[in-house]
């Protein structure tokens, strides 16, 4: 069975920096493009990041522009979303999921299999 699980999330004072990492099992991790995705509080949870099999990147929301990078490691099975230059408004829980082919040009409706998700919180 595919099992996703998200890692890294936490507190950090604004324009402070975390790194978060994704692994999922189950699959041939190096087929399928996977995104990060964020639910804020009362909001709802929209995609961030996604990356294709083989590493082209495609932004799903322009606040993050220029200080959150996404990269993976199909060796390892891991997904990393590099965020820097935090903002208190970044604060969300964030989650990792797996889309359903090789490359993210469905959008970010087309993932079907996501982990628990990891809190990041960044205080001003």
């Known amino acids: 069975r595919v099992q996703v699980v998200e890692s890294g999330g936490g507190l950090v004072q604004a324009r402070g920096s975390l790194r978060l990492s994704c692994t999922a099992s189950?699959?041939?991790?190096?087929?399928?493009?996977m995104g990060w995705f964020r639910q804020a509080p009362g909001k709802e949870r929209e995609g961030v990041l996604c990356?294709?099999?083989?590493?082209?990147?495609?932004l799903y929301v322009d606040s993050v522009k220029g200080r959150f990078t996404i990269s993976r490691d199909n060796a390892k099975n891991t997904l990393y979303l590099q965020m820097n230059s935090l903002k208190p408004e970044d604060t969300a829980m964030y989650y990792c999921a797996v889309a359903s082919g090789g490359t993210c040009r469905r959008g970010p409706t087309d993932f079907g299999y996501w982990g628990q998700g990891t809190q990041v919180t960044v205080s001003s």
């Open positions: 189950g699959l041939t991790f190096g087929n399928y493009a």
């Open positions: 990356i294709s099999w083989s590493g082209f990147t495609t």
